[in-house]
């Protein structure tokens, strides 16, 4: 196929006939010319969806959402790679057995412009690799390496696409995607399920909405329980996407002819795409190198003297040329059929995409002084969180204040428990000694008071921890709100967090403590006490005293612990996380959840492709 001039479809450049040269040449001149024409409007009409497609697939939209394509499904031998490789003009693999292993997608592009000639700029990519190559027959060799690179050297098959792109004058427009042939047995080296493994395959593929299934039948065998046609009959009932192309017309068992036409006719299997017959090199006219665009004039000749298939010329059911047009046809008003649909999953990915970027958030740069300005800016922004939740300015799912007052007003209710449980006077018998009733005991009343207060410690302390818990707990939601997407200064944070409170708990226990301590000394020493002892009668004084301590109590718990373990903890905090930037391993603090990252960029490179997506979609829509 190093004959880059040329062409089978359009141009004029060709005859084998053995009409006179004169008659030839006017005919020639007039049918290229309507050929042009045809062409020439063709292209008008298709080029720009077909077009459009390309720039989607080329942004990658292909993995997020399905594109209209064409796939090419058949039996071994059916004669895929032939229809193939006379649709594109171009020689694909061949041999026996597996040979396609991998999806190959054909990407045929013409880049005449009117009558002008380029040359064939053959491409072919796979995974991120680009290989361009300009002599059409190393194709073989660049498809054989991809698929020995992805699916391994031997008998293997594998999901991952091979793109071939072939720009020529001589080519459609058109994207084809070829699929392993369904195998039946197994060869040498196969794996025992590879028919299934290749049903899995071309299933994945058919399966799509989005996809004209082009269904390779040969000519000589039982059509109707072909597994190809059962496959695509199976996710397209109705037959709306699939189309059937019947190969080797020339190898029929004489007698046939008349069934055959009838499934051409679409009398047998309804397909509402139909039916096309083509005839292809055989195995001999390959051997005999014959080239691709002589095989197009004997295709035409062998139809034209045909005398059950002749009709078909007519019918624009035989012949290659007829089945590219078709096929070009098919696939843009499948194009243009999808195209609302696309936009609005395009748009609904958009949206989705970026609010979830939203809470990815951006990344820190990647030069050390653009790191570092971005840790003063994260470990600020906390800081400023952490202040305003001391101050009751910030609120973050359960509000704090709400649950330390919720705290304080338990302290408080069992405080006036106690208070109650006091007014009984009798409790005083049984601190009683020998003293005589009506004089109390000064030290009596001292040990009530103290044994009554003391039983306030427990409470205190509970008090104490469920606070601290609130109090971490919501600590921990500021830390990772701003540094979930580095555990190492989360870590950092949580183990100041941790020791700070830890170190401030004690302290506000001694506090504590001190506190119930004084309440006994205040008994002894305060002028208020001593003017209710002389006051009111003894046998209340129980009563008269605990008010007072207990009112205290009240007041002084709820402000030890909110000063020392939210307010002096905060303060703490603030100062300690400013230490971290002396001498800080910037990039080390800011090593980043892998996930996050990951999901980060996954999420920036589609929000790249649908918006480029959106934008290429925009004129047509
Ligand atoms: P694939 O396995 O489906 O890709 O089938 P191939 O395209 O490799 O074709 C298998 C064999 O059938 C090859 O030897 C082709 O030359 C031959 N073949 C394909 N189409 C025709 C045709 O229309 N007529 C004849 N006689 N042979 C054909
Ligand atoms: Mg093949």
Known sequence: MANLSMSYFFSSSSSSSARSRVQDNVEDTDNSLKERLVHHHLEESIRPYIDLIDTLRSVGIQKDLALPTIVVIGDQSSGKSSVLEALSGIALPRGSGIVTRCPLELRLRNVTGG??????????????????????????????????????????ICDDLITLEVRSADVCDLTLIDLPGIA????????????????????????????????????????????????????DPEGIRTLAILTKPDLIDRGTEKNILAVVQNKVIPLRKGYVMVKCRGQQQIDEKIPLVEATQIERDFFQNHDFFRPLLDENKATVKCLAIKLTQDLVSHIK????????????????????????????????????????????????????????????????????RTEYKKWNDGLNDTKTSLKSAELSQNYRGRELLGFSN?????????????????????????????????????????????????????????????????KTEQRIMDQFEMESMIYTQDPI????????????????????????????????ISFYMLKETAQLLCTDMLSILEGANVSELLFEDSDVSKRRKYLQSRLGRLTAAQEALSDFI
């Open 529 to 560: 006490y001593l003017k209710f002892l002389n006051e009111i009668s003894s046998d209340k004084f129980s009563e008269a005293q605990l008010p007072i301590v207990v009112q205290r109590m009240a007041d002084q718990l709820p402000m030890l």
């Open 115 to 156: 009558v002008s000639w380029k040359a064939v700029l053959p491409r072919l990519s796979y995974e991120e690799k680009i290989i361009e190559f300009g002599d059409p027959s190393l194709v073989e060799k660049h498809v054989e390496e991809a698929q020995n690179e992805l699916a391994g050297k031997g008998v293997k």
């Open 337 to 404: 059929k999808s195209l609302p649909k696309l936009d609005e999953q395009i748009k609904k990915q958009l949206w989705d995409v970026r609010n979830e970027l939203k809470e990815c958030e951006a990344g820190p740069p990647q030069d050390l002084k653009g790191a570092k300005q971005f840790l003063i800016k994260i470990l600020t922004k906390f800081n400023d969180k952490i202040k305003s939740l001391s101050f009751g300015e910030l609120i973050i799912k359960d509000n704090l204040f709400v649950q330390l």
């Open 184 to 235: 039946r047995v197994p060869v040498q080296g196969q794996p025992q399920d590879i028919g299934n493994q290749i049903k899995r395959l071309i299933m994945k593929f058919i399966e799509k909405q989005e996809t004209i299934n082009m269904v390779v039948v040969p000519c000589n065998t039982d059509i109707a329980t072909t597994e190809a046609l059962r496959m695509a009959q199976e996710v």
């Open 442 to 506: 000064y030290r009596v009343f001292e040990m009530i008071l103290q044994d009554r207060v003391a039983k306030l410690k427990e409470p205190a302390i509970k008090s104490l921890n469920s606070i601290k818990d609130i109090i971490l707990k919501q600590f921990t939601d500021v830390s990772h709100q701003c540094f979930r997407n580095y555990p190492v200064l989360l870590n950092t944070t949580m183990n100041k967090i941790d020791n700070i409170q830890s170190s401030q708990q004690a």
